[in-house]
């Protein structure tokens, strides 16, 4: 049995127990597998596999929040992936406003640096703020924004993007030069696949994208992830 029908059937047992969970969110918000069984999520924020190196506020469970229409989009992407063997892995989508105050809070501590040369080499953490990767507001938490990448249909392995998921650095960026021939057409097929289904990029951030004419374009939720 493959990756990917491992990882439906893995699904279709977690969407059946957190079912009634599910009728809790707000309207117009799904939980993503409810649209896409088959989607691989890896909420980077409900782990210590991020740029702070802890569990980020709000976050208690693995389970991808966003819009309906982002779920809608989604499962286009992906059923259009899957007929090239490929899939959808999706690090982040709908973020509480506590999560967004938990960046702004780590960033106050100037000592606190346990990844850094991970996610910021580059990067002194005084200078988050004023480069653009810290803000006080995601675009996040309006809930049709999505943080994603490519894998392999065969072994749920990500493609090579050229440099790691929330790198605060040019090399993160969409237009960057100094990439492989494959990390390039591995960028484009990312960006042309997103686009083609009515998401905007950001030129800073391969991996980020936001649904066109979302449903919350000013309303900055901060409902729990669980």
């Keep these: 049995m493959n990756y990917k ?17 599910q009728q809790t969110l707000p309207e117009g918000f799904v ?10 999520v890896e909420l980077r924020y409900f782990s210590e596999n991020n740029f702070v190196g802890d569990t980020i506020n709000g ?34 989508g709908y973020r509480p406003q506590r999560a967004v105050n938990h960046f702004i809070e780590w960033a106050r501590e100037l000592n606190d640096t346990v990844n850094k040369s991970l996610f910021y080499p580059e990067v002194e953490k005084k200078n988050l703020f004023k480069a653009g990767y810290i803000a006080s507001r995601s675009g996040h938490s309006r809930g049709s924004t999505v943080d994603l990448t490519i894998t392999n249909g065969e072994t749920g392995e990500p493609l090579d993007m ?3 998921y929330d790198f605060f650095g040019k090399a993160s960026w969409i237009a960057h030069d100094d990439l492989t021939d494959e990390q390039k057409q591995n960028r484009q097929l990312l960006q042309t696949v997103m686009l083609k289904h009515n998401f905007r990029n950001y030129s800073k951030e391969w991996w980020h994208f936001t649904l066109r004419w979302e449903p919350f374009p000013k309303t900055y939720f901060d409902f729990e992830v669980e």
């Design 59 to 92: 976050y208690k469970a693995n389970r991808l929040i966003v819009t309906k229409g982002t779920a809608e989009k989604l499962k286009l992407v992906q059923e259009e992936l899957q007929q090239q063997n490929l899939c959808l892995k999706v690090y982040d």
């Design 162 to 164: 050229g440099s790691p």
């Design 31 to 40: 939980y993503a597998k409810s649209v896409i069984p088959d989607l691989d």
């Design 5 to 21: 029908a491992l990882l439906y059937i893995g699904s279709l047992i977690l969407l059946t127990l957190g079912f009634q969970q």
